[in-house]
Structures are given as C-alpha cells and as structure tokens.
C-alpha cells in the first residue's frame, strides 16, 4: 500500500523485527513508519473489543498505533525512531502492567 | 391533573435511581436536567459500592448503605435485563491498606467502633495475609483492612443504563432544563427553566450542591457544601487487581482508578499538581507496578458533602409533596434510592426510619 519516496530509496538500512519477522527500515523512520512500509497495516488489537487497529494519525494524537517495543507495552510506534535490533511485538489486548 | 405526577429535579445519579423507582412504580415523571454546565458528581466519582468506612456515628446511614449495598446485584441485574448494559458490578470486598502501624491503628480503631455500632464485618490482615489476595503490595505496605461487603461498578455506565432505561419506562427527560423558581400553587408545584415551566403534585430535589437553593424555594434547608476529589486514571492494563482498595481500583476495562483526595475549594472542579502528585506517589507505594503504567487522564469532580456526612433525606413541612434526596454517595446509594426510597416517596412519603436523616439533626443547639 505504502512506497518508499524514490530519492529516499538508497539510503542506508537498519533492520528490526516485527513478531518474528526481520524487516528493514530507513535510520530515520519511526517504528510506525517502519510497520507502514513493511505493509503492518494493523499492529495491535484494542484493549477491550480486540479490533484490529493500525497508525493513523502518525503524530502521537490518536494513540492507534500502539505496540510493544523491547518489552515495553503501549508505546506510540509514531513517536519512536527504528533502532538497529529493536525488537518490535504486535500488541494484542492490554498491556501487562509492570512489562 | 397535571401531566406528571413527579417532578425530579437533577438528573444525576441520586436523580435518575430515584426517577427509574418512581416509574416503576407507575407514576408519570418528569426529570429536569441541567446541561454541560452541570457539576455533575455522576461524571466525576469512583464508582465504588463501599461500606467498611460508612456510618459511624449515625446507624441509621450504616444501615441504609448496607441495604444498598446488599440490593445492588439485584438491581445491576435488573438494569441488564432492561437495557442490555452491563454496569459491571462487583462485589468481591474491599480493602483499605496502611503504609505505617499508626495507620492500621486508626483504620482498627474506626472499625472496631463501626463493628460495634452496627456489626460490620471486617477484617485487619498483616502483609503475609494480604499478600495472598493482593499478590503486588509494595514493601511498604504494613497491612490492611478487608470488609466482604464491598464493592464497586462502572458508574459512567450505570448514568447510561439508568437514562436508557428511563427513557423506555416513559419518562419525559427534559436536559437544559436548569431550575430558577418553584411555586406551589394550589398543591401543584410550578417549576420554572428560563420561559418553561413544568407542572407536578410532587417533586423531588436530587440536584446535588444545587439542593441548597432549590429547596430554599419549598422550605427546606439543605446544607451542602462541595467538596473537591481529583482522581487519576492510567490506560488500560491486564487484570493484576481483583479486589477494589479504597483509593485505588482497576475497572472493568483495565484503567487503574487512584483518587482520595479531599478539598475545600468551593465551586472549583480544577485539578492541581500538588494533590494530584500526592496521590499518585500514595499510590504506587502501595503497587509499585503502577509506576509503570502511562497516566492517561486526571480530573476533578465535586462532592455533595454535609457537616456530617450523612445524607439528607426529608419531606417539606411548610410545601408537602417537596422532598430532597441528597448524599455523597450517589453509586453506593444507587440501588437503595431506585429499590427503596422511590417505592415510599411514590406512596404514602417517608417512614419514621428516615427521621435520622432529617436536617433538623444540624439545628440541635450546640449547647444541648
């Protein structure tokens, strides 16, 4: 659905995983960004009705695009930038306090 | 014949229960409600269903929470068959827990005299014991006191449930509807809203801090004062809580709930840093892992306090047919006002039982 912008296309690499997937992503990507352009449309499920939901605002307001990263639940995937082994994790239900 | 048999003036939640009862027992009713402007407790609380810390000093309150308290499955579960809405309530008991000795004293001390009063079941636990029902107590936690009558529920949701269902027993809800003048014209109460006016033989005040000038109106004093709780809320969390603490619950929905601040600021329902803090930092000593969750909102909501704290509940001597119902409690209360009081107010009015709850205990001389 999303392509990368064609004077960006060579840039360097950093890679990440998403679940268990290995996925590759610009330095300067967020963990949002990131997920768009490996084609995560949906990166979590709702904390109460379990509906699939991905990042929409892309500028921390709506809150739609939360995941776990390195263990920690309910971050804003488009208030992060990619890091080189970051690992990313589909959030499925409420996070777990204390994680 | 008027249209409306009653008209309840506040449409809260001491209004809506009250309302809801008075529908169900046939009477055409009529609620007047203020809009946004509202300070609206109902919007604002903790939506437990408490009684460890409930009535010393006045049994009749004691008794009265507990019978609430005892009617609220009932009552949840005739809200569900009637609206499909679900108020999650609960009732797994409570705990109130104590950082230091000094506090566990006090709280034994109160429930003990409240035990006396009135036979309130409770129980003072140490930290090995209390560990066992609530795994995640911080170190600091010296122990706590646990009473099997308490409870809690989704109070946003039991506003909905109330308003659905009043709304399908017939009642004319009428929101905008602020109160500037009553009359009592030839046994009919005439409620004036700006160029509106509602006709009714009977009406009830349930208008929170508002009582005190409406029941000015019918000749009932009514002195309440608010009293500011700021409360926040983290974002949804995995169950870790299954027993609701005084001032701090998860609800149904995982959002930790920490509030138990109380303020004499007037007609102000603004949050401040400092209390705010406070309550927070309480509450993380008491469950460290709080501290890892996201705060998501905090607020502040006006409480409808009197010089004792008890509610009043009373019929007009110089305007019969005028009754206020008013109380901090609103949630706790819910299904004692829906379940009990309307059935009487709908009827013959007060029974000698309520006399307790009368305004008349503020006038006793202070000399006497």
Redesign the interface.
Known sequence: MFHRLPDLADAALVTLTIDSEVITARPSDTVAAALLAAGHAACRET??SSTPRGPYCLMGVCFDCLVTIDGVG?RQGCLVRVREGMHVETQR??????? | MTEHDFAVIGGGLVGSAIAWGLAGAGKRVALLDEGDVAFRASRGNFALVWVQSKGLGMPEYARWTRASSDAWAGFAQELREETGIDVAHQRPGGFSLALSEDELVRRDTMLKRLHNQSDLPYEIMDRTRLQKMLP?IGPEVVGGAYCPLDGHANSPRLLRALHTALKQRGVAYLPEHGVDRIEHRGGVFVVHSGTRTVEAPRIVLTAGNGNRKLGEMVGLDVPVRPQRGQIVIT????P?LNYPVVTIRQTD??G?MMGDSLEEAGFDDRIGLGVVGTIAERAVRMFP??G???VVRTWAALRVMTQDGFPIYEESRSHPGAFVATCHSGVTLAAAHAKLLAPLIAADGLTDDFTAFSAKRFHVSSAA
């Open positions: 904390a109460v309910n239900g409420k996070r777990v306090a204390g994680r | 995640d974002e949804k969390a995995a870790f929905e995982g930790v892992l709080l890892s969750l996201n």
